[in-house]
């Protein structure tokens, strides 16, 4: 096991500043490059750290520096009052986009790194009790930021935590109780009854759903890898659309089997709307659900950097 600092590290990034720009319906403008790419939850009682959860994810400056992690792992108060370092050295990146805002308003924050080139999109945390998901996109940010020589001559954006409340709260859904990888407005989107994977009462009804929805038309993306995870066992890269190169070149470096289906219907699925419909070479990377992030990381860093080796070989899209 990881000690309680090197998890901190991983696992329970913050903002730089607790307040931040004023919700807008807008579209996406460069942001301050002091945000982080992530958010870290805030408690009020520090001798209680489940309270940010019970209280169910709502944000507000100056609570304290603790709470529950990302990772399901009992590491509240070491992070107490601690400020943040930042991801690597100052301006690395691009840009930083704030493409919109969760249920409770939370940003929604896009790092794009490398100026030129083909774009590869990274996002995890979409499903908020797949912690494992959101800390390896936030550590493949993290080497491209520490890396800047991979981005050279292509780009590559990552949103680590989709579903910032969600993952507050350990919970699959967003406050409104939809599981945003049934909520893309894909042909196969239907009507569904609430639970665990609700797509909403319409496609694209939520305020998560578009921010990843704007996030793909200002990309325009080459390739997509959607980080989730599985069941033990059941761990692997799933392709839709023109994707399965990409997986096979993904297997040879983590080892997980390559999958054409995850099993059962996902309709109205990022897959199903990237992949199937757009046409986008698109890789569901599933993670086994009870992994340390850490170690998912270790596992597959050199299959989302085989990513950025690929990408001569990857289908090209219509625009």
Known sequence: MLSSAACLAVLVPLLASQTGPEKSDSSPSVASQSWRVCIRPYNHDEDDPWEYTRRQGEPDAGMSAAGPTWNHSPIFTAARNAPAPPIGPAGTASRIEILGHSVRGVPIV??????SGDVTFVFGGIHGNEGNSAVVARRFAEHLEQHPDLTRDCRVAVIAAMNPDGLARDSRTNVHGVDLNRNLP??????SKPGATFGGNQAASEPETQALIRAV????????????????GRQCNNFDGPGEELARRMAEKNGYPVRKTIGYPTPGSFGSWAGIDRQIPTITLELPHDQEGEFSWSDNREALLELLRVRDTIPTVSK
């Open 186 to 191: 894909a042909k196969n989107w239907q009507p």
């Open 110 to 115: 896009m790092h794009i790194f490398g100026r």
């Open 217 to 232: 038309d200002l990309l325009q993306p080459a390739a997509i890898v959607s980080i989730h995870s599985i069941t033990r």
